[in-house]
C-alpha cells in the first residue's frame, strides 16, 4: 500500500487491448510519490462488498502534521483492519463492537456493514467524533446499529464503560 493510494475514485487506466499501438496514452493519476492522500477530503474504500466514503478534515498546522491531530485522515492500519475484518465477517455478525481510537470511522463504519448487533465508535477528540458521525450519515447507516460518542481511553467514570464492557469484539 506504501507510495500508492489504491483505494480511490479514479478511473482505473485503458487496458492494452483498447489502447491504439500507434498512439501512447499516459492517464493523468494521483498516485504518485509526491501525493499524500492523507490530504483528501474524500476517500473512496471498496470493502465488504461496499463502496465506503470517507471524508477526512486534514488541517496542516504548519509543521507538516494536522491541527486535528491523528484523528483526520485515514491511517494504513484503519484500511487493513478493515479488510481483515471483511474477510472474518464471522468476527462481527450478531456482536457488539466498540472501537476505541476511531479517527474518522472506516474502521466502525465497516463493521456496521457486517450484519453486527450493534457498533459505538469512539475517539477521545470530539472533532473525530464529529467527522466520524457525518461518515455515519454519508454511508446510509441507520437504523441506530452505529454510534459514534466521545470517549478517553482509560475514563472509568464514562457512561461509556457499561457498554463497553459488554462488547463481542
Known amino acids: 500500500m506504501e507510495g500508492t493510494d489504491t483505494y480511490s475514485s479514479e478511473p482505473e487506466p485503458p487496458s492494452p487491448s483498447t489502447a491504439s499501438s500507434a498512439c501512447a496514452l499516459v492517464p493523468f493519476s494521483f498516485r504518485n510519490p509526491f501525493h499524500d492522500a492523507l490530504q483528501d477530503a474524500t476517500r473512496w474504500f471498496p470493502i465488504a462488498g461496499k463502496r465506503i466514503r470517507i471524508d477526512q478534515a486534514w488541517q496542516g498546522d504548519g509543521r507538516g502534521g494536522?491541527?486535528?491531530?491523528?484523528g483526520a485522515s485515514v491511517y494504513d492500519a484503519a484500511i487493513a483492519l478493515s479488510l481483515y475484518l471483511a474477510a472474518h465477517r464471522?468476527?462481527?455478525k450478531g456482536n457488539r463492537v466498540v472501537e476505541l481510537g476511531c479517527g474518522p470511522g472506516l474502521v466502525g463504519v465497516v463493521a456496521a456493514h457486517l450484519e453486527p448487533k450493534s457498533v459505538v465508535i469512539t475517539d477521545g477528540d470530539p472533532a473525530s467524533v464529529e467527522l466520524t458521525q457525518r461518515n455515519i450519515k454519508a454511508n446510509d447507516?441507520?437504523?441506530?446499529?452505529?454510534?459514534?460518542?466521545?470517549?478517553?481511553?482509560?475514563?472509568?467514570e464514562h457512561r461509556l464503560v457499561p457498554k463497553a464492557n459488554g462488547?463481542?469484539?
Open 66 to 70: 494536522t491541527a486535528l491531530g491523528f
Open 90 to 92: 464471522d468476527l462481527v
Open 141 to 156: 447507516i441507520s437504523g441506530g446499529v452505529c454510534t459514534a460518542e466521545e470517549y478517553l481511553w482509560g475514563d472509568l
Open 167 to 169: 462488547a463481542d469484539i
